[in-house]
T-cell receptor, first 113, second 113 residues
Framework: SQELEQSPQSLIVQEGKNLTINCTSS?????LYWYKQKYGEGLIFLMM?????EEKSHEKITAKLDEKKQQSSLHITASQPSHAGIYLC?????????????FGTGTRLTIIP | DGGITQSPKYLFRKEGQNVTLSCEQN?????MYWYRQDPGQGLRLIYY???????QKGDIAEGYSVSREKKESFPLTVTSAQKNPTAFYLC????????????FGPGTRLTVT
């Protein structure tokens, strides 16, 4: 079955610093989704990556999918308090017929002033 | 505004009682999903539905039941057979089952004592 591992599990970063969160799959991915969740709330879609080597940016958040399509990184530049929350990756494996997302365990990001 | 609503936000029940969580969407999405979120375990799929009057078990369906009588509504019943019902429950929808970009509701935190 598809397994996604996120690292680190939690991260405490001083405001203004850069940070990176990783998501590693046990199998080749058809697509990789990044979501953000504020504690006790629903998930908000950030970005979707599908092609090997693809990179997308939204404001100060950049996500990349490696060439082998088994690892993705989420990079935040000049972090702000609004970036705090839980970041989850969701993936669709490349095997035909599997239409369900599998989610990673999440990375809890805390921004300190 | 289009979106997904879940009610109530917090729910408390005594052990042995069945409880139904509400999920409504006005996005005209065909597919709907129920996830359970526990600390350190990410999201796990309970049930999903791709069309009215049809639904499929996810990875952890035991102790849960659903119905899909209307396109807009996908209620989840947590039965007394669910051994560890205390969790955060998230409902999501997508345009169709193969559209992996899912929109999430705000969640319901269920506490059973």
């Amino acid at each position: 079955s598809q397994e996604l591992e996120q690292s680190p599990q939690s991260l405490i970063v001083q405001e203004g610093k850069n940070l990176t969160i990783n998501c590693t799959s046990s199998k080749t991915l058809y697509g990789l989704y990044w979501y953000k969740q504020k504690y006790g709330e629903g998930l908000i879609f950030l970005m979707m990556l599908q092609k090997g080597g693809e990179e997308k940016s939204h404001e100060k958040i950049t996500a990349k999918l490696d060439e082998k399509k088994q690892q993705s990184s989420l990079h935040i530049t000049a972090s702000q308090p609004s970036h705090a929350g839980i970041y989850l990756c969701g993936a669709v494996p490349a095997n035909f017929g599997n239409e369900k997302l599998t989610f990673g365990t999440g990375t809890r990001l805390t921004i300190i002033p | 505004d289009g979106g997904i609503t879940q009610s109530p936000k917090y729910l408390f029940r005594k052990e042995g009682q069945n409880v139904t969580l509400s999920c409504e969407q006005n996005l005209n999405h065909d597919a709907m999903y129920w996830y359970r979120q526990d600390p350190g375990q990410g999201l796990r799929l309970i049930y999903y539905s791709q069309i009215v009057n049809d639904f499929q078990k996810g990875d952890i369906a035991e102790g849960y039941s659903v119905s899909r009588e209307k396109k807009e509504s996908f209620p989840l019943t947590v039965t007394s057979a669910q051994k560890n019902p205390t969790a955060f429950y998230l409902c999501a929808s997508s345009t169709y089952l193969s559209s992996y970009e899912q929109y999430f509701g705000p969640g319901t935190r269920l506490t059973v004592t």
